[in-house]
Structure formats: C-alpha cells, structure tokens
C-alpha cells in the first residue's frame, strides 16, 4: 500500500477553476476542496467557516470578524464564494471515486476568532462557546451532505482546522485589549466539544494545527481518527503521544513541505524524519506507509503559484519514497 499525499486547504490567487484543477490533477488519489483567502474576507478561513454556520452570522469589523443578528453582506460572500469553489471541484471530479478532502475551522479557533458584540472574543463566554459549536456540527452536516451530492463517488475525509487550540487550553488566546488573556478552557469541556463535533461525520476525521504543542492525546480520545500538523515543529517531548496515537491507529498527516517559497530537498530527504521518528518509536517500517499521509506543513495561500504546483508535485513524490522505502 502507497503512502498518501494530500493538501492542507489554501492555495495563492483567486481563481476557482485553477485551483480545483491544481488540487485533483496534483493529488489524483487524495484530492481536496482548495481555500483561496486572496480573495478577501469570506474566503478566508474564518469567513469561509461562519459561512457554514445556521442561524448565526457574522459581519467585518476593522478587529476581524464580528457576531451579527442577520445575514450581511459579509456572510453572504462567504457562501457565494464556497459555491463557487464546489462547482469547480464537481467539474473535476466527474465520475471519482476514492478519498476526498473538505476543510472547515473547529469551534474552538472559530470561539478565539469571532468577537461577541462588545469585542471579546466569544471564547470567554461558555454558552456562546456551546451555541457555536452547535451551530458549526448543524452547518457541517448541510455541508458534508451538499458534497455527497455534489461527487457521489467520494469518500469523504472532513478535517477541521483548530491552529489556536493549544492556546484556547493554555490560556494564551488574547483578550480584545492585548493585555490580558482569555481563562484556559477544561480540557473535558474543549474534549466534548470536539467529540459531539466529530460524530457529525461518519467517515475520517481529521484535525488540522500548524501550531507547536499539538495535544495529540486530547484529539485521539476525542475520537479524531488523523491529526495534520507541521513536521518541523515537533519535538523528542511528544515522542510518547505520537507513538500512543500510531499504536491506537491514528494517522499522521505529516506536513513535511514548506509552506512558503524555497529550495525543495530530494523527495526522500523530505521524508527522512519521518523514517527517523519511526526507529525512535520503535514502530515496524512496514506499517509507515498506511499510517502517514504526506502534506505541505501548512496551507499554501503565502506562496507563488508556481510553488505551489511544485510543493504538491514533491508530496506525492515524498510519499512514494516513503511507502518505497520505509527503512
């Protein structure tokens, strides 16, 4: 069995038909459902996920995005613009069939990003914590049901984007001001949330953080049957989660490409701390192919399109050496 390759979500430009061809001609296997924040806000990943959402809306203010009693203009764009991005896909992806990716944000980024009326973000309040997630899992299940439709062929791999939450349980997450930050969440509450949130799909789930410290643990018991994260970032420390997550059957998407402009090294040398993480763990190299996913550390909306075309190119060449040579 092959190692994987996929794409983590944004890609440069704004060009619906161009991106959904890049994100299926480069990942014939693992295709996914491209971002493209250049476009302005509503295509960027907050705005792209309040779109989703049921009977909550959200508008810009200069801070970002804000809590609004109606659908705006704002709101509006956000849903036009995912319109556009799955007519493109649907072009592409006549008659596929296999695994395919869509990406929304997980209520905990969304609670640390979306301000209440007042200003503060919507963290700080339980209840509307609660009200978003629930929300979110409604708006997932529309959306999730709309793509079945759409490419009946597909199996659907859902992965939410939570880069803030290692913040949200260490408290770090900042308060409008700057000068405070928010109270850490408990962590059997943002694990809760995050299960009821999963069950929403009956496939892969996976989690998406370019950000240090990925509470592995926390994810697994959630129920999250992959975790996506920055290769690079990773440290001996996390070496036991890993491991536990690997031997529970977790799958690693690993984002071993950078993300922004730059000499790319020979395919296998992206892959080579794979390989190594594997001696360290003490896990058998037969089982590396089926249990990592080969990804760009994070999304590509920063670099140029020719990058990008070639970042993704050098992931699946990276996942072939990987399932070709696993020592």
Known sequence: MSAGATGVGSLPGGDA???????????EDFPYLPE??????GADMIGRS???LVDMYGHVEPSGWRISDRPGRDTRRARSWLGEDLDALEEFTQGYTGRLKVQAVGPWTLAAALELHGGEAMLQDAGACRDLAGSLAEGLREHLADVRKRIPGAEIVLQLDEPSLTAVLLGRVRSASGYRTYRAVDRQVVEGALRDLFAVHDGEVIVHSCAPEVPFGLLRRAGATGVSFDFSLLTEHEDDAVGEAVEGGTKLFAGVVPGTDGPLSDPGGSVMG????WRRLGLAPGTLAESVVVTPSCGLAGASPAYARAAQAHCVRAARSLADNPE
């Open 17 to 27: 038909r161009e991106a959904a061809k890049t994100a299926t001609g480069s990942f």
């Open 50 to 52: 309040i779109g989703l």
């Open 36 to 41: 493209l924040p250049a476009r302005g806000p």
């Open 274 to 277: 794979v390989r190594k993480l």
